[in-house]
């Protein structure tokens, strides 16, 4: 039977970490080998990690890891090994490339074709676009190599590779994570893969890098379209699949898109052969069946988890420190950090202000005693009163107002910063999106931190979420309060979010008709939303671009996370209203 063993290592890579990749690409290489697979295939950029932005501006760490490549090749005997890595062409451009490791050598390079540059995407400052479209012979299969972006193209790589008899179609990503985008991919898969009549093994990375979280999910797809294998998200894993490649061979011929290679690209075809040996004879290994899809509520949990706990422990923080309000934002963050990185790693600090109320303290202690996190409580009525009597002289004659009120969240964040200086702690503040839109957030008060888990999560998310996870444990770790109160910063007496904002359930449709759809004034107003409303929040949000080019980097859930997705000049006179 004509047939591929191929194990996709959805692995987790630091970027930079040059010598910590190699030794875990090695390992799952040598797993893979015990497994008596034909190929071990790995992510984008996988050496590197993904994006390296602008180290690969540094020749030096361009030439560490070409050579780490190198020494890489010379370890791979008796498999094949499919590696991502920064190539640098005999012209000094650099490429995103994917090395093909055999015999103790690199027998060829594939070139990224289509380089992305929309979005969190900038691929153009970076790499030159490759020319060619490879098609290796590993024993009798014929197989294609490209790249992520390269497989969305209908008229792609993947196209040209299928015309000159490539079955299977090894397609290697580092496609980062938002709602709704696992969807998208499997269609495209599923489309690639029917028309052009081949096998597709699509292999995402899994991890957080800063902003960005790649959720694995990796699939593989039959030449009629069908799904075969997809991996778990948000987790490391090798998942093998035997490929039967006995019918893509009788119904090639069938597809319409089987057609002759275009004249235009027909001299940028290589046919290279692959000299590793394959393993000797072995029982065919039936696949698991395809990882269960996640709900809404649960995949963006665990992406907001991943993110988080990745962005702790690759930067080297001991745990974090959270300032616990006994509100919904700082519970859910408090939450998903200690399901993150361990209870024992998250501490939490009440420091309530004359308006702080009972309630809040009770359910701050509360959450903090169902999640075993640590707690400390710091009055900081003492330290306003201060603060007060050296402002006196300047504010005489002046009416108390938002200026006192931010010295609070102020006062909180200094005492936040000094435990984490103290503890080696990272602050995570908690601040969410529809908060971070419109401005209603303290500069150096409560956006001091370093990381902001839900700054991309709208406040109607947010109670989503926490109801997911309180329905999704033992027991719910949320008090119920939370969940019910009305939402209120407690910097004044009797202060609710509505004294500035629109109630949430009309705010956030609002807010992302305006910075997610990017839809006109007008548009905004044809969908029922209030004139003066909306005038209103758009205002907000157009002011408040200056505080969010401060605000900590913070995990991307949507299409268009601010800093990363959505970049507006702080100075901007333009009104859309």
């Known amino acids: 039977m004509k047939s591929l063993r191929i194990a996709l290592v959805q692995m987790n890579p630091t970027v930079g970490d040059l010598p910590g990749n190699w030794k875990k690409i090695l390992r799952h290489i040598g797993e893979a080998k015990r497994k008596r697979a034909d190929m071990a295939v790995f992510p984008e950029l996988a050496l590197t990690g993904y994006p390296p932005e602008d180290l690969v501006l540094k020749p030096q760490f361009i030439g560490d890891n070409i050579s780490q490549m190198k020494k890489l090749a010379a370890r791979v005997r008796g498999i094949t090994a499919v590696v991502g890595f920064v190539d640098r062409g005999d012209d000094c451009e650099l490429y995103n490339a994917a090395a093909v490791l055999a015999d103790g050598k690199i027998v060829d390079i594939y070139h990224k074709i289509f380089l992305p540059n929309y979005g969190v995407f900038d691929e153009f400052r970076y790499f030159r676009p490759g020319r060619t479209y490879p098609v290796y012979s590993l024993g009798n299969v014929k197989f294609g190599i490209n790249i992520c972006e390269d497989i969305w193209r209908r008229e792609g790589p993947a196209r040209v590779q299928a015309r000159a008899g490539a079955e299977v179609i090894i397609n290697i990503n580092a496609s ?42 990796s699939m593989v797809y039959d030449h009629r379209g069908n799904l075969l294998a997809r991996a778990s998200q948000f987790t490391e894993e090798m998942l093998i699949v035997d490929l039967n490649l006995e019918e893509v061979k009788q119904h090639g011929g069938k597809q319409p898109s089987r057609g002759g290679i275009p004249s235009r690209l027909a001299g940028r075809v290589r046919k290279v052969s692959v000299p590793a040996g394959r393993p000797a004879q072995r029982k065919t290994m039936v696949s698991p069946p395809p990882a269960a899809h996640l709900g809404r509520e649960e995949e963006i949990y665990r992406a907001l988890a991943l993110g988080t706990g990745d962005y702790v422990r690759k930067n080297g923080f ?30 939490g600090l009440f420091m309530p202000s ?76 908690t601040g969410n999106k529809s908060e971070m839109s419109v401005g209603y957030a303290t500069l150096y008060g409560d956006m001091a931190g370093g990381f902001a888990v839900i700054k991309d999560v709208p406040k109607t998310l947010v109670y989503d979420l926490c109801r997911w996870r309180n329905a999704s444990g033992k027991q719910p770790v949320i008090p119920d309060r939370v969940l019910t ?37 007008d548009r905004i107003i044809n969908l029922g939303c209030d004139p003066e409303s909306a005038r209103k929040v758009i205002a907000m949000v157009d002011r408040s671009e200056y505080k969010r080019r401060q605000a900590p980097p913070g995990v991307k859930i949507t299409p268009r996370a601010f800093g990363r997705d959505r970049r507006f000049p702080i100075t901007n006179k333009y009104r859309s209203y």
């Open 354 to 429: 004359p308006y702080s109320s009972q309630e809040s303290r009770e359910d701050a202690f509360l959450l903090a005693d169902n999640l075993g996190i640590g707690i400390t409580e710091i009055p900081i009525k003492a330290i306003m009163e201060t603060y007060q009597a050296a402002l006196a002289a300047s504010f005489r004659g002046t009416e108390p107002g938002i200026t006192e009120e931010n010295l609070q969240a102020r006062i909180r964040g200094n005492l936040l910063m000094a435990f984490s200086n103290k503890f080696g702690r990272l602050v995570l503040t």
């Open 485 to 521: 109160k009305e939402p209120t910063a407690e910097l004044r007496p009797d202060q609710r979010d509505t004294d500035t904002l629109p109630p949430y359930e009309v705010l956030d449709p609002l807010l992302k008709a305006y910075i997610e759809d990017e839809l006109s004034f």
């Open 176 to 217: 980062p994570y938002e709602e709704g985008k696992p969807a998208t991919r499997e269609l495209i898969l599923s489309e690639r893969s029917s028309e052009n009549g081949v096998n597709i093994v699509y292999l995402n990375t899994v991890g957080g890098q800063d902003e960005l979280v790649f959720d694995g999910a």
């Open 318 to 347: 001991s745990g974090v420190v959270i300032g616990l309000s006994g509100g919904i934002d700082s519970s859910l963050v408090a939450a998903v950090a200690a399901d993150a990185l361990g209870p024992q790693q998250v501490h």
